[in-house]
């Protein structure tokens, strides 16, 4: 389902999409400053939307164990282990990067625009929502994702959802009783923080001044611009690094932006052959 007026640039995200008065849209704001690692968000998302484990065994890498988001994966917690030298003696030292991920609900949502069947459709709170029973599996949201964010699930025939496109629904269900998504609820520090996307804006831009008035200099947002390659994104970050540090596209662009521009060209195209075959064919009448 393409998206009724726009497919890039800052706009809100449900009016966008055809709802009429809807509520204040809503995300994400992590604050991986003061992540702590404890994975309390994964297992709180696994249990409250009844997602199947998906591998307890240590990656090898760092203290990981399920390496990247997917159809199993809805919030995952990076690992990220660094070694520089301190500033005042030189010495090395290690410090922990340490951020949980999560779809980007983005204003401009390729997943959203390339399904065929509707499965895939944009809530009145602004979030991106995989339909289960409709969904047929086709994967063609999978590549458009610039996020790499959702996946099919895998497993045994007759388990539930095999084969079906999933990812982070920002707890639908929840938002439809008034109720925080299980992740934020779970979060000991309140790193995952979640409410209306125009005051965690706020409250980010707050956030990172006080880090950098504190001397991080390296801290900056991720995912709060509207006017970015997604439109912004209903789930924002505050980094301690380059977004690639954390496995982030430094530039992500909406892979279906330049679709209806595309089209004009092969239909501007498609006319000069059809133009030049019926210029061919009287040319060559007696």
Request: hydrophobic share 35%; aromatic share 6%.
């Amino acid at each position: 389902m393409i998206e009724d007026n726009s497919l890039f640039g800052p706009v809100d995200a449900a009016p966008n999409a055809g709802d009429v008065a809807p509520p204040a849209r809503v995300g994400f704001f992590t604050d991986t400053s003061v992540c702590i690692g404890c994975k309390a968000c994964e297992v709180a998302c696994k249990e409250w939307n009844g997602i199947p484990e998906d591998g307890i065994n240590l990656l090898g890498s760092s203290y990981d164990n399920t390496g990247a988001l997917g159809a199993s994966t809805w919030r995952h917690v990076a690992f990220i282990e660094q070694t520089r030298p301190r500033p005042d003696d030189g010495h090395e030292q290690v410090r922990w990067l340490m951020s949980s991920d999560v779809c980007k609900h983005c204003t401009h949502a390729a997943c959203l625009d390339v399904c065929p069947t509707g499965a895939l459709f944009r809530t009145e709170f602004g979030t991106v929502v995989v339909q289960d029973d409709v969904c047929n599996g086709c994967g063609y949201c999978i590549p458009a994702c610039p996020f790499g964010v959702i996946d099919q699930r895998k497993g045994p025939a007759g388990d539930r959802n095999v084969g079906l496109a999933q990812k982070c629904t920002l707890c639908y269900d929840r938002l439809l009783d008034d109720a925080t998504p299980a992740c934020a609820t779970a979060c000991p520090t309140e790193s995952i923080q979640f409410g209306e996307l125009d005051e965690l804006r706020v409250r980010a831009a707050r956030r990172l001044e006080a880090l950098q008035n504190a001397g991080r200099s390296e801290a900056r947002l991720y995912g709060e611009d509207p006017n970015d390659g997604v439109g912004g994104s209903g789930s924002m970050f505050l980094l301690l690094d380059e977004p690639e540090v954390y496995g982030l596209p430094p530039d992500p662009v909406v892979t279906t932006r330049d679709v209806m521009a595309m089209w004009r060209r092969a239909a501007l195209a498609g006319g000069a052959l059809v133009a030049g075959a019926v210029i061919c064919f009287l040319g060559g009448q007696p």
